[in-house]
């Protein structure tokens, strides 16, 4: 008989197919994950999560917490150590961290060893399946949001409750700024806490390997709830909307109250002028901070995410960068460059973003926008130029090379040529910076390092190189200090705005930039199209931007123990895997090639003459 003969004609056996075609423990799980859990599993998560830290880190912060508050009640059968491992295995076997899904971990789903490895084979079940997921479902709700009330520097008076536009402003209005300050920072320890041991999981000799160089970006996490407030008018307010007929506003219901607006992906033009139309979504955005290779083109260690955080975008990105740098120091780790895209660098507050990390030591490395190119304020009568400053004596036709390639003026190749010459009347540094920040800057044409030859210095010193160097033609009438002294004391906030530390638009600098922005987005995608599909809000189902960043903690986590696996397995191989040039890098695809010579397009095709051809 198969499963689907008939006792009597038209009339099905029930029974048979249902203990044939589906097990119990399907059905208890209501068909997620049904899959044994040995006694391997949990201890091999369990040391993941001890080699954290956090787990007394919680215990510290929940007794901050409860100190003058009496305890009351049975002690709870699981505790936070076995929560937090429930969660490692889960994302160790891709499975979404679902409250339903760390219940069937504790209810059906462990072997009796790894059950006694939890210390949980004291705990009878009823036998009744409803009340026993019943129960597990509460243990674990309790346990996982006591975690996450600990870090939540957003709290709501309910998570699951919709809010008006009255009631959102009273709510953000009692909230305590010295207890968000207090969360913020554990719930941003905890997460780069859980990253370092990602890192700290490679062998020493791999860890060795990374110089220091970090990329940082934001990318988008759509909240698990979009509905969104109203639009805000020119003072910043949110828009109410009435009953013409009543005079009562239209509530505008709102879960996720901490979430932005965003621009996620434009549809095709709308007129002939290339305007879009945006789609707007309802997000919260994550900061990650991401190792790239110390030397562009090789592969010495994964690049991992070793700080991260979670925010509200367009709020206070500098420092969330500059907090980011400040844990990596933290743990002591170097950072030997910064690389940022046009959304960050001269884009940004320079007290809240530049000065912080100059005091710090981090050199950047960054692009400009259309505005931010060519000669800008100087000091001492040197001119600064895209990141550095210059004799006032350089040819203008140097000074202006980016401002002439953007235009179409002049191709390619003559830009690079410019830019390579450029260098030879850039200023230099006698010494490094001392406490304050304060650098004394020397003329290229002055000292044993001179690289170039100026009527204003004619005494050549006899140290200095033999190579043949420019000659300045066009010396200042009027010269100015930097022209008068042997050196300039450029204090730290002069064109701290568009300083960086490598030569803009020079091979070494693009090789490090396109490098180090393809890493970080390629991470992006890694983590958003891998089995922790990021961008997939039904995957993270807790509310609030608290519990959003647990569960962002616990997919970055994921995703870089994947990577060290696979850098792991790929280091193994008897025969090393062979990397290939990318065709998008090869024939000048990539968004990061900069300045690729501009064509001249035409919609038919033109007739060359023979002399054209060639």
């Given at each position: 008989?198969?499963?689907?003969?008939?006792?009597?004609?038209?009339?099905?056996?029930?029974?048979?197919?249902?203990?044939?075609?589906?097990?119990?423990?399907?059905?208890?799980?209501?068909?997620?994950?049904?899959?044994?859990?040995?006694?391997?599993?949990?201890?091999?998560?369990?040391?993941?999560?001890?080699?954290?830290?956090?787990?007394?880190?919680?215990?510290?912060?929940?007794?901050?917490?409860?100190?003058?508050?009496?305890?009351?009640?049975?002690?709870?059968?699981?505790?936070?150590?076995?929560?937090?491992?429930?969660?490692?295995?889960?994302?160790?076997?891709?499975?979404?961290?679902?409250?339903?899904?760390?219940?069937?971990?504790?209810?059906?789903?462990?072997?009796?060893?790894?059950?006694?490895?939890?210390?949980?084979?004291?705990?009878?079940?009823?036998?009744?399946?409803?009340?026993?997921?019943?129960?597990?479902?509460?243990?674990?709700?309790?346990?996982?949001?006591?975690?996450?009330?600990?870090?939540?520097?957003?709290?709501?008076?309910?998570?699951?409750?919709?809010?008006?536009?009255?009631?959102?402003?009273?709510?953000?209005?009692?909230?305590?700024?010295?207890i968000y300050r207090l969360k913020r920072e554990r719930g941003n320890w905890f997460t780069d806490a859980m990253l370092e041991m990602t890192f700290q999981s490679l062998p020493r000799r791999i860890r060795r390997e990374w110089g220091g160089a970090?990329?940082?970006?934001?990318?988008?996490?759509?909240?698990?709830?979009?509905?969104?407030?109203?639009?805000?008018?020119?003072?910043?307010?949110?828009?109410?909307?009435?009953?013409?007929?009543?005079?009562?506003?239209?509530?505008?219901?709102?879960?996720?109250?901490?979430?932005?607006?965003?621009?996620?992906?434009?549809?095709?033009?709308?007129?002939?002028?290339?305007?879009?139309?945006?789609?707007?979504?309802?997000?919260?955005?994550?900061?990650?901070?991401?190792?790239?290779?110390?030397?562009?083109?090789?592969?010495?260690?994964?690049?991992?995410?070793?700080?991260?955080?979670?925010?509200?975008?367009?709020?206070?990105?500098?420092?969330?960068?500059?907090?980011?740098?400040?844990?990596?120091?933290?743990?002591?780790?170097?950072?030997?460059?910064?690389?940022?895209?046009?959304?960050?660098?001269?884009?940004?507050?320079?007290?809240?973003?530049?000065?912080?990390?100059?005091?710090?030591?981090?050199?950047?490395?960054?692009?400009?926008?259309?505005?931010?190119?060519?000669?800008?304020?100087?000091?001492?009568?040197?001119?600064?130029?895209?990141?550095?400053?210059?004799?006032?004596?350089?040819?203008?036709?140097?000074?202006?090379?980016?401002?002439?390639?953007?235009?179409?003026?002049?191709?390619?190749?003559?830009?690079?040529?410019?830019?390579?010459?450029?260098?030879?009347?850039?200023?230099?540094?006698?010494?490094?910076?001392?406490?304050?920040?304060?650098?004394?800057?020397?003329?290229?044409?002055?000292?044993?390092?001179?690289?170039?030859?100026?009527?204003?210095?004619?005494?050549?010193?006899?140290?200095?190189?033999?190579?043949?160097?420019?000659?300045?033609?066009?010396?200042?009438?009027?010269?100015?200090?930097?022209?008068?002294?042997?050196?300039?004391?450029?204090?730290?906030?002069?064109?701290?705005?568009?300083?960086?530390?490598?030569?803009?638009a020079s091979p070494e600098w693009a090789a490090v930039y396109s490098h180090d922005r393809n890493s970080v987005e390629s991470y992006n995608g890694y983590i958003k199209l891998g089995p922790e599909q990021l961008d997939d809000a039904s995957k993270?189902?807790?509310?609030?931007?608290?519990?959003?960043?647990?569960?962002?903690?616990?997919?970055?986590?994921?995703?870089?123990?994947?990577?060290?696996?696979?850098?792991?397995?790929?280091?193994?191989?008897?025969?090393?895997?062979?990397?290939?040039?990318?065709?998008?890098?090869?024939?000048?695809?990539?968004?990061?090639?900069?300045?690729?010579?501009?064509?001249?397009?035409?919609?038919?095709?033109?007739?060359?003459?023979?002399?054209?051809?060639?």
């Amino acid at each position: 008989m198969t499963a689907f003969s008939t006792v009597e004609a038209g009339e099905a056996d029930d029974e048979y197919a249902f203990g044939s075609l589906f097990a119990t423990d399907e059905i208890r799980g209501g068909g997620g994950r049904r899959s044994k859990i040995t006694r391997e599993d949990v201890e091999l998560a369990g040391r993941r999560v001890d080699a954290s830290g956090v787990v007394p880190k919680l215990q510290e912060w929940w007794d901050e917490d409860t100190k003058d508050k009496r305890g009351g009640g049975r002690p709870s059968v699981l505790s936070n150590r076995d929560v937090l491992t429930a969660c490692f295995l889960l994302i160790g076997e891709g499975s979404p961290i679902w409250i339903t899904e760390l219940a069937n971990i504790f209810w059906f789903r462990l072997t009796d060893e790894a059950r006694q490895e939890f210390g949980l084979s004291h705990i009878v079940t009823t036998g009744v399946d409803e009340r026993d997921f019943r129960d597990w479902y509460a243990r674990v709700w309790r346990v996982l949001h006591r975690i996450i009330d600990l870090m939540d520097a957003w709290p709501m008076p309910a998570r699951n409750k919709l809010l008006d536009r009255e009631q959102r402003e009273q709510v953000m209005s009692l909230r305590d700024k010295n207890i968000y300050r207090l969360k913020r920072e554990r719930g941003n320890w905890f997460t780069d806490a859980m990253l370092e041991m990602t890192f700290q999981s490679l062998p020493r000799r791999i860890r060795r390997e990374w110089g220091g160089a970090v990329s940082i970006d934001q990318t988008v996490i759509t909240a698990p709830s979009q509905k969104g407030r109203r639009k805000r008018d020119k003072q910043g307010r949110e828009t109410a909307l009435w009953n013409a007929k009543t005079g009562d506003e239209i509530p505008k219901w709102v879960l996720e109250i901490d979430a932005e607006y965003y621009p996620v992906k434009s549809s095709k033009p709308r007129d002939s002028d290339g305007a879009v139309d945006t789609d707007y979504q309802w997000v919260y955005v994550a900061n990650l901070a991401v190792q790239t290779q110390e030397v562009p083109g090789t592969a010495l260690h994964p690049q991992l995410v070793i700080s991260a955080s979670l925010s509200t975008p367009n709020k206070d990105i500098g420092g969330e960068v500059v907090r980011a740098m400040q844990s990596i120091r933290d743990r002591g780790h170097n950072i030997s460059r910064l690389t940022t895209d046009r959304g960050y660098g001269p884009n940004l507050d320079v007290d809240n973003f530049h000065i912080p990390l100059k005091v710090m030591g981090i050199p950047l490395v960054m692009d400009y926008d259309k505005n931010q190119k060519g000669v800008k304020k100087g000091w001492g009568g040197a001119l600064q130029v895209e990141g550095a400053h210059y004799c006032p004596a350089t040819p203008e036709n140097l000074l202006s090379a980016t401002v002439d390639i953007d235009e179409g003026s002049i191709d390619y190749t003559t830009y690079a040529e410019r830019i390579d010459e450029r260098r030879a009347y850039k200023l230099r540094a006698k010494e490094r910076p001392d406490y304050d920040g304060h650098v004394p800057m020397v003329c290229p044409a002055h000292g044993a390092g001179a690289t170039l030859l100026c009527p204003l210095k004619p005494e050549i010193h006899p140290k200095a190189s033999k190579k043949m160097k420019p000659t300045v033609t066009d010396a200042p009438e009027f010269p100015d200090t930097i022209c008068k002294q042997t050196s300039v004391d450029f204090p730290p906030e002069v064109g701290i705005k568009f300083e960086q530390s490598m030569h803009y638009a020079s091979p070494e600098w693009a090789a490090v930039y396109s490098h180090d922005r393809n890493s970080v987005e390629s991470y992006n995608g890694y983590i958003k199209l891998g089995p922790e599909q990021l961008d997939d809000a039904s995957k993270r189902r807790l509310r609030g931007m608290a519990a959003q960043q647990f569960l962002l903690t616990m997919l970055l986590v994921s995703a870089n123990l994947r990577k060290v696996a696979r850098f792991l397995r790929d280091e193994g191989r008897e025969t090393p895997k062979k990397v290939y040039p990318r065709r998008r890098d090869t024939e000048h695809m990539s968004r990061y090639v900069r300045w690729r010579e501009k064509i001249e397009t035409t919609t038919k095709k033109p007739e060359l003459t023979a002399e054209a051809r060639t």
